[in-house]
């Protein structure tokens, strides 16, 4: 099949943010994505199905590519963002391994459980045709899906597109050099996450989103205030700064804030080299650091041998703060909001939670119809 008539007919649709990791099946629909519209190389194909689904509460139709082994790191955010929060992508999954067609060893049992793992997690899909009339219906009825607030994936066969060439990039990729700010005054007590919340909360304007990560940290700002401006992750742990990504680039004049946690950061840390890669200067990435998994009875994370500033720095994050104060921290999200740069700012902060503390009374997705409307509104 004609892979450029095929992209075309994806954009006319309005298929044009894309994101994924390679697969030789898919190297040519990928190779057109690069050269035709925009494209974000994901560390993970969970990131990339978190990042598609950021770009989609921007107001992009997005789409999702991966190999079948990658379909295991995506089952997170398909399962406990996507289904959870109604928010629906396009996927392409290649079929490596296919009984019959000679492959890697590795691929063997994916061939075989590929579309059960589809079925298992209510995913709809279909097996792409390689005729360009058949698959053009296809697209039509999978863009129906997506109208219906429906994730749907399309299984795709060796040698169903042809050649697209790679064209040369004109996004060049180089380490930025990266400012940390370290105070000299380390003594001062640690935070709750309650006082960073709430110190958050209290800075932002009318184009501001803030998106919270799973467990606790979630539910302290819907005490902190319940507002249109928020989305309390459920599950999808790590999927945070990913989502804040898609984003960050589909909506470039919001201000965008991912509030992370050690644990979750911990879980998909690739996510930051992506971060730094894209860089949109328009996006904060809030790391706070109990140095445990607070929300699942204390346990100790690894956090306390790691210096995630250096870490971010080290990524291509322009500026890192680390704060210790609420003073600190205001004069640092201050600084974003009027010099905006892909930032990072770090908070130790205590463990424990707010006393007799709720969860939030409205739904998964009535938060994400919510906050599109209030985005795109």
């Known amino acids: 099949m004609e892979t450029k008539v095929f992209g075309e007919e994806l954009k006319r649709l309005g298929f044009d943010f894309f994101t994924g990791v390679p697969c030789s099946f898919l190297k040519d629909l990928i190779n057109y994505a690069i050269n035709e519209c925009d494209y974000v190389g994901a560390a993970n194909e969970g990131d990339a199905v978190a990042i598609a689904s950021g770009a989609y509460l921007g107001g992009r139709k997005a789409v999702v590519l991966m190999q079948n082994s990658g ?61 360009w009339e058949e698959a053009q219906i296809q697209l039509q009825q999978a863009d129906n899906y997506i109208a219906q607030n429906q994730t749907f994936f399309f299984v795709v066969k060796k040698g169903t597109f042809n050649k697209e060439a790679l064209q040369q990039s004109t996004h060049v990729f180089t380490h930025q050099p990266s400012i940390i700010n370290r105070p000299t005054d380390t003594e001062s007590p640690r935070l709750t996450r309650f006082q960073v919340l709430d110190t958050i909360n209290r800075l932002k304007d009318a184009s501001s989103i803030q998106l919270a990560t799973t467990g606790f940290t979630g539910r302290e700002l819907y005490e902190v205030e319940d507002s249109a401006q928020n989305l309390y992750m459920v599950g999808s742990m790590g999927c945070i700064s990913s989502l804040g990504l898609g984003v960050s680039l589909a909506q470039p004049s919001k201000k965008v804030i991912a509030i992370d946690g050690d644990g979750a950061l911990l879980m998909r840390m690739g996510n930051l080299a992506t971060n730094g890669q894209y860089g949109p200067s328009n996006m904060l990435h809030v790391v706070l650091d109990n140095q445990c998994h607070d929300s699942t009875g204390g346990q100790d994370t690894v956090s306390a041998t790691i210096d995630f500033a250096a870490i971010a720095a080290g990524c291509g994050y322009r500026h890192v703060e680390v704060v210790y104060t609420t003073e600190q921290l205001e004069a640092a999200i201050t600084l974003w909001q009027q010099q905006p740069q892909l930032t990072f700012i770090y908070i130790p902060t205590i463990k424990g939670a707010k006393d007799n503390l709720s969860r939030p009374s409205i739904k998964p997705y009535e938060v994400k119809e919510r906050l599109v409307k209030y985005i795109n509104g």
């Open 71 to 131: 379909l295991t790191n995506a089952v997170s955010p398909l399962t406990s963002l996507n289904y959870t929060f109604k928010l629906p992508v396009l996927g392409f999954v290649s079929l490596r391994g296919e009984a019959g067609v000679a492959d890697e060893p590795q691929h063997e049992l994916m061939g075989q459980i590929t579309t059960q793992m589809l079925d298992l997690m209510q995913v709809k899909w279909a097996y792409l045709a390689d005729e």
